[in-house]
């Protein structure tokens, strides 16, 4: 093993407790997503900034260059 596993292997616990904390704000029933202050979160919001599917409320754009995501239908009051 050289310094670079021994790096691999210490970062392993945060990419775990990462996915964990994913996992609930996706999907968890709001009791647990009060833990992580996100209670009150849309799931659309969490699709757009976390998950690289799309939904019926979430679309990907090719805007100037570059691959963006983003809420689909949002309406203007005009």
């Known amino acids: 093993m050289g310094w670079l596993d021994h790096i691999i292997l210490a970062m392993a ?19 647990l997503m ?3 202050s996100r209670a009150r979160e849309n ?5 757009v900034e976390l998950i690289s599917s799309t939904s019926q409320e979430v679309c990907e754009l090719w805007n100037a ?3 963006i995501r983003t809420v689909r239908g ?3 009051n005009r």
């Open 65 to 67: 260059g570059q691959h």
């Open 34 to 36: 009060a833990v992580f």
């Open 13 to 31: 616990p945060l990419r775990l407790l990462t996915a964990i904390v994913v996992a609930i704000r996706a999907g968890g029933p709001w009791w």
């Open 74 to 76: 949002l309406k203007s």
């Open 43 to 47: 799931r659309v919001i969490v699709e």
